[in-house]
T-cell receptor, first 111, second 114 residues
Framework: QQQVKQSPQSLIVQKGGISIINCAYE??????FPWYQQFPGKGPALLIA?????SEKKEGRFTISFNKSAKQFSLHIMDSQPGDSATYFC??????????FGAGTTVTVRA | NAGVMQNPRHLVRRRGQEARLRCSPM?????VYWYRQLPEEGLKFMVY????????ESGMPKERFSAEFPKEGPSILRIQQVVRGDSAAYFC????????????FGPGTRLTVT
């Protein structure tokens, strides 16, 4: 069974808009929550990550919001650009190395 | 500083043949992880290796699949007697720490079984 559920499956946003991707998990033992960006034909690249002792982390235009009580976390891409068009995966792990990935969200940014 | 290298990038095998996938970690990284990605799905953990040791193979199918990371040379993921269901993208990642919280992925090997 999938331990991390990701939504939506795909989204289209206009250039300059905000992209929001949500993930939910069941296992309260998870203690590391990274987001990966993947372009077609490439491997996933680590984008940003958070641990459950903070509720938000921001790096440039990318922000993770984390809600421990709801067991949810989300990625916000501010001022979306065409170069952000990619597939985004959330993930979670207990001991850091065994990442459980969501199914992915394909983001398309229209110019 | 070269990233994680995987070869071949594309591999076509007939049912019943063997597939060998290679992964060279980033320089200075001694921890290697293999993941499998089926179409329209996220990556699934297969195995975690350090030099000459398998640390965690809980995601590996019990039969036909094996992995190694020898003292010298790349890590190898070996699939014997491939079946159509093995068709997928196989990704290798490496990290400098046993924590694994900085996993750098290679470009993947896309295996097609005909």
């Amino acid at each position: 069974q999938q331990q991390v559920k990701q939504s939506p499956q795909s989204l289209i946003v206009q250039k300059g808009g905000i992209s929001i991707i949500n993930c939910a998990y069941e296992n309260t033992a998870f203690d590391y929550f990274p987001w990966y960006q993947q372009f077609p034909g490439k491997g996933p690249a680590l984008l940003i990550a958070i641990r459950p002792d903070v509720s938000e982390k921001k790096e440039g235009r990318f922000t993770i919001s984390f809600n421990k009580s709801a067991k949810q976390f989300s990625l916000h891409i501010m001022d979306s650009q065409p170069g952000d068009s990619a597939t985004y995966f959330c993930a979670a792990s207990i001991n850091d190395y065994k990442l459980s990935f969501g199914a992915g969200t394909t983001v398309t940014v229209r110019a | 500083n070269a990233g994680v290298m995987q070869n071949p990038r594309h591999l076509v095998r007939r049912r019943g043949q063997e597939a060998r996938l290679r992964c060279s970690p980033m320089k200075g990284h001694s921890h290697v992880y293999w993941y499998r990605q089926l179409p329209e799905e996220g990556l699934k953990f297969m195995v975690y290796l350090q030099k000459e040791n398998i640390i965690d193979e809980s995601g590996m199918p019990k039969e036909r699949f094996s992995a190694e990371f020898p003292k010298e040379g790349p890590s190898i993921l070996r699939i014997q007697q491939v079946v159509r269901g093995d068709s997928a993208a196989y990704f290798c990642a490496s990290s400098p720490y046993s924590r694994g919280d900085e996993q750098y992925f290679g470009p993947g090997t896309r295996l097609t079984v005909t």
